[in-house]
């Protein structure tokens, strides 16, 4: 039986081999710590570093690649950004589609006195910009939204809400790029993103344990690192330096995985975004026509609409729990996948699903149209078993 991979929303794979190949050049002749030395392996560590910052930074528009700390997700990145930016009385606003990683920063800090406002969705997952300008205070420090769902793929109007929240005062735009960065265009300058937080091992085909987080310039003065120690610069200073990337950069790298993530990023830019979002599309279009003559048995939450959504896809099969669909999809038909909440409780709860949440699948570019078929097949089986 043939394995398909149909959870590239929880971690892209396969990777690209020049990832892996990457990864395996580092460690074979480098091996050294950027910045903690002087000799040459430390020297061709740091570069290895810095061009991965630098391909991330044309991949999202940034000017300066100093503007950019690498980080190991995109939970670490948002935790810098909320509780940083957050102090007891400021407002943020958020929608009811996001992922915990944004959630539940927000609920520990609104226990120590900062006051969230949860933005309602459509049931499809869909949001209204006009209701973020509507929620906007005059103590409103931040507005936080996630650029896409990963329960639902729908895409959030982020340029929109950049282009309005600028017209309102002085308030912070943080996106979750988690689930975009790599697969669809992300242009911070455009989009009016004052803070980006992103992973790599999602669409942008790097490792595990990589990620990042863009600070528009000036702004990282006023938000504290939630780690502090050695950054291999200033070392006759026992404080923090408190400039970008290294007030947020503490300790030894994962320099292995930065190795990986530029060669991701790499592939991502050769391949270019145009494209790998065209694959995407068609494969997601493909299943979700296929689904369209199984609506009596089978409910597919979210716009059912490729072009306005990214390649997740959440269903229920009626009177079949997602734990028991997932378990037949990969016992039967070698299908992975992910059933359940998808760490996203409110997002669930927008759509109707919640407690049990939905069988998810997700389509990459290293899928095939063969793959959606495939997929499409199962769900039939297990209808019909």
Known sequence: MKTIYLDNAATSFPKPDAMLAAMISYQQTIGANPGRSGHGLC????????????????????????????????????????????????????????????????????SQGVKVSVIPCSPRGELDPDDISKAVRNDTRMVVLTHASNVTGTIFPIEAVGLRLKEQG??????????TAGALPVDVQRMKIDILAFTGHKSLYGPQGTGGL???????????????????????????????????????????????????????????IAVIRAKEEQLTARFLDHMIALRDRVVVYGLNNAAIQTAVVSFNVRNITPSDAALYFEEKWGILCRPGLHCAPSAHRTIGTFPQGTVRFSFGFLNTSEDADYAAEAIIGLINR
């Not at 002085?170 to 689930?179: L, M, R, S, T």
């Open 43 to 110: 020297i061709d560590a740091g570069r290895i570093v810095y061009e991965t910052r630098e391909i991330l930074a044309r991949l999202f528009n940034i000017d300066d690649p100093l503007c950019l700390a690498l980080t190991k997700n995109s939970t670490e990145a948002l935790n810098i950004a909320l509780q940083g930016t957050l102090k007891p009385g400021d407002h943020i606003i958020t929608s009811a589609m996001e992922h915990n990683s944004v959630m539940r920063p927000l609920r520990f800090l609104e």
């Open 170 to 179: 002085d308030i912070i735009f943080c996106v979750d790029a988690a689930q």
């Open 214 to 272: 863009y600070i528009r310039k000036g702004l990282e003065k006023k938000i504290p690192p939630l780690m502090m120690g050695g950054t291999g610069s200033r070392s006759e200073f026992e404080k923090q330096p408190d400039f970008m990337p290294d007030k947020y950069e503490s300790g030894t790298p994962n320099t292995i995985g930065i190795a990986g993530l530029g060669a991701g990023a790499n592939f991502i830019s050769g391949k270019t």
